[in-house]
Each structure stands twice: as structure tokens, then as C-alpha cells.
């Protein structure tokens, strides 16, 4: 056996190394593939210039393009954005590198800062990022005519204007734009290698709150100072699944409202039971508008269709409340009243009685006024209150405005009186929720067809 010291393998690879080094390109493209492809690739490549596009002075190339879209990760309507990840593939022909045969090769994607490859980007794009796990996701296939196939991973947070104004029952349409940053129409045109069916992965894909409802694609141009620059856009649209709201907001703000109702079937004496639901209600229904409103952008140019069937709700729950006040000051008033005409009718008794005439202080004058027919008729009954009468008659007339404008305010104040208090509460159980159903049918009708 033959000893050996680790100084042996270190020199014999040190050797092999530098032999390997010494070995001549070529001999690497042979290794790793025995075709003669990668030799006429190695040929083609030397004396090529990346730099000088193909076709130069001889008509603009023309670059296919389509797309995959992985996944749409999130939409925000706070920054009116939404995050994608697709996959771009891009076509052209370069003359340069033709070689003989019928079959393709793929290169390592780190050969692409050998050729020359177009300078397509995403004008709407707030950030974009090219995948790199474990090696940059990029491709290139050469064939044997020249073409070139180029395709990469991009993951871009890409803006959308947004129209929030029929949230959450609103339809926005989204588009992604590519562009050629440094070629004119006389360098480059873009066209869809496919038309509508270049773009795949929409029609399966799965979103949270929306989805995709149509998308096509169209071929346009970029207008800037520098020129007209060739521009491919996809347009989508995206329609928000309302039922998720309707759950979270629209039925809990109905319920609020349905609840409110409850204090009509209370009795007015039950003064701490019908302002408990009337101010917890309106409490509630704050809390829930807030609550509503956090994931929203809070822009004072947008007045949205859950806002406005909150502040719908809103109003019922407290028109809630100030029906109950208005009831129960009509019943306070209506006993006061009532208790006032039986002690002057016990005072007409008595006086009636003793044959005197009560004394009414000045501090109710109105409320004698309000006693009606029956005490006509007890001043009928006495010759004196006649006597009396007439000798008022006779009085001076300069009284008689102040007298004629009490009259027509009495007069104005009676068609504001309720004869019957709990009459209020009866007409609002009818009124309230048919008025609150008529405006629902409104809503959803204009929110949902208009």
C-alpha cells in the first residue's frame, strides 16, 4: 500500500485545475452537450454586438409578446394599487443568429448580457422585482431561424385609478401597460403574439374580494416628448363580491335599525327603557360607521354607497330617538293640560256651590281661555258675568292687536297640538318601516342597475 500525504491531492488538484484552465472554450460547449449546436452558437457569437439592435437600418423588429399571470396578491383601494406576478415572454427574430437545423436550444439565463434583448418596462409600476431563487427566473431559447424567446418572472405592485363612488357594489377596471423605454415606433412594434388568448391565468384565478369579470387586450402608443413609442395594454375588470359586506356592514346597520323600532311598542311612561335603545342604537350604529371606514382612503372627493347607506341607517336610528322625545313631551303637555281644565272645573263646582267666582291667578291666563263651552255655559248662568261681558265689550279698542295677534298665535300653536299622544307611536310603527323599505328599494336599485 502506498502511503499518501493531503500536500499530494492538494498539488494534483491544483494541476487539474489549471489544466482545465488552459482547455479551450470550445471544448467546454462540446462537453456539455455532443451536438455540434452550441460550436455554430460559440461561431454566431463571436463578432456580435449587443449593443446594435437587429434589422439595424433595415425596418423596425417586431416583438411578440405574451402573458401569464401567476397570481394578483392584493388590491388596495387606500394606495389604488394592486400587486401581480406574471410571467413575460417576448419573441423577435435576429438574423445574427441563425444556424443550420431545425431544433431550439436553451442557454443559461445569464447569457442574456451577451445578446441584445428589448427594453420593455411597466410605466404604471410603483415597484417591480425580478425573481432570483434560486437563479434570476429568466429564460432564453434560441432557434434555428433566429428567433429568440425570452421570457422572465417579475413580481410589480402596479397602479389602478380607481372609481369608489358605488363601494362596495363597484366594477374597476385595471390595466397593464408595457412600453419600450428607449426605441421609437421606427426601432421596435409590439404586437400580441395571440391577440386575447396571449394572456393566461385570469380566467382561473381565485381573489379574496373580487372577481375578474372580463379582460382584453389592445395595441396602442406611448405619446411623449421624445416620440411615439409602440405600447401593449390589458385591460381587466374586476367586480367586488358584495356578499362579504353585506355580512360585515350592511346587515348589522339593518338590525340597528329594526331595533330602534322596538321602543315604538313601549310604553311612553317607560322613560328608561325607550332612551336606553335609543341612545345605545345610535352608539352602535356610530361605532360600526368608524369601523366601516378604516380600510377605506379617506378621500373627500368620494362619497360611497356604504356611506350613504349608513348615514341612511344613521338617520332612522336617530329619527328614532326624537320621535320618542316628541311623544313623550306631547303626553307630558297633554296631562298638564288635562289636569288644569278638571281643577278649574272643580273650582266652577265649589264656586258654583258657595255662589262666588273663583279667582284665577294671573300667572295661567291662557288656561281659563281653554276651559271651551263649558264655561260659556256657567257664565251664561249668571247675570253678573253677562253684566260683565258687556261692560268688556265697551272697553276702549286700544287693546284690540294684542288681543287679535294672541289669537292667531293660539290659533297657529292648535294645528301643532295632538289631541292624543300614543297616537304618534301608532302611525310611527306603519311609517317608519315602510319609508325605510321604499329608500332600500331605491338604493339597491340605483347602486346595482343604474
Keep these: 500500500m502506498i502511503p499518501t500525504h493531503p500536500l499530494t491531492f492538494l498539488t494534483l488538484g491544483m494541476v487539474l485545475t489549471q489544466s482545465g484552465c488552459m482547455l479551450p472554450e470550445s471544448h467546454h460547449w462540446e462537453d456539455s452537450n455532443g451536438s455540434q449546436l452550441h460550436p455554430t452558437i460559440q461561431k ?138 428607449g426605441y421609437n415606433l421606427q426601432d421596435v412594434i409590439f404586437y400580441w403574439t395571440r391577440g386575447n388568448d396571449s394572456v393566461k391565468g385570469l380566467d382561473t384565478l381565485r381573489l379574496a374580494q373580487y372577481s375578474v369579470e372580463s379582460y382584453y387586450t389592445s395595441v396602442s402608443e406611448a405619446v411623449y416628448e421624445t416620440g411615439l413609442y409602440p405600447k401593449l395594454v390589458l385591460h381587466f375588470a374586476l367586480r367586488r363580491n358584495v356578499l362579504f359586506f353585506i355580512l360585515e356592514t350592511y346587515a348589522p346597520s339593518t338590525l340597528l335599525v329594526v331595533l330602534s323600532w322596538v321602543s315604538f311598542w313601549i310604553s311612553q311612561s317607560s322613560v328608561p327603557a325607550r332612551t336606553c335603545i335609543g341612545v345605545t342604537t345610535v352608539l352602535t350604529m356610530t361605532t360600526l360607521m368608524m369601523g366601516a371606514r378604516t380600510s377605506l382612503p379617506n378621500a373627500n372627493c368620494f362619497i360611497k354607497a356604504i356611506d350613504v347607506y349608513l348615514g341612511i341607517c344613521f338617520t332612522f336610528i336617530f329619527g328614532a330617538l326624537l ?128
Design 44 to 181: 454566431l457569437m463571436k463578432g456580435y454586438n449587443r449593443y446594435m439592435r437587429p434589422n439595424f437600418n433595415e425596418g423596425p423588429v417586431e416583438i411578440g409578446m405574451s402573458l401569464d399571470i401567476a397570481s394578483i396578491d392584493a388590491i388596495s383601494e387606500i394606495n389604488m394599487d394592486y400587486t401581480a406576478t406574471i410571467f413575460l415572454r417576448q419573441r423577435w427574430r435576429d438574423s445574427r443568429l441563425v444556424f443550420p437545423g431545425n431544433e431550439s436550444v436553451s442557454v443559461d439565463g445569464r447569457l442574456v448580457s451577451l445578446l441584445w434583448i428589448p427594453d420593455t418596462f411597466i410605466p404604471d409600476s410603483k415597484r417591480s422585482f425580478l425573481h432570483d431563487v434560486t437563479v434570476e427566473n429568466r429564460l432564453i431559447r434560441i432557434f434555428s431561424n433566429g428567433t429568440v424567446l425570452y421570457a422572465l418572472r417579475i413580481t410589480a405592485t402596479i397602479a389602478c385609478n380607481m372609481d369608489l363612488t358605488k363601494y362596495p357594489m363597484d366594477r374597476q377596471v385595471c390595466t397593464l401597460q408595457l412600453e419600450s423605454w
Design 323 to 450: 320621535e320618542y322625545a316628541c311623544a313623550h313631551f306631547c303626553t307630558v303637555q297633554h296631562q298638564t293640560v288635562g289636569d288644569i281644565h278638571r281643577e278649574l272645573l272643580q273650582e266652577f263646582d265649589d264656586s258654583n256651590g258657595n255662589g262666588t267666582m273663583p279667582v284665577v291667578s294671573s300667572s295661567q291666563p291662557n288656561q281659563v281661555l281653554e276651559l271651551g263651552s263649558t264655561q260659556k255655559d256657567l257664565v251664561d248662568q249668571s247675570g253678573a258675568s253677562v253684566s260683565e261681558a258687556e261692560a268688556t265689550e265697551k272697553k276702549p279698542e286700544k287693546g284690540c292687536g294684542l288681543t287679535s295677534f294672541k289669537n292667531a298665535a293660539r290659533r297657529a300653536l292648535s294645528v301643532f297640538s295632538v289631541e292624543n299622544p300614543h297616537n304618534i307611536d301608532r302611525h310611527a310603527r306603519t311609517m317608519f318601516p315602510l319609508t325605510f323599505l321604499a329608500v332600500n328599494v331605491f338604493y339597491w336599485l340605483y347602486y346595482l342597475f343604474i
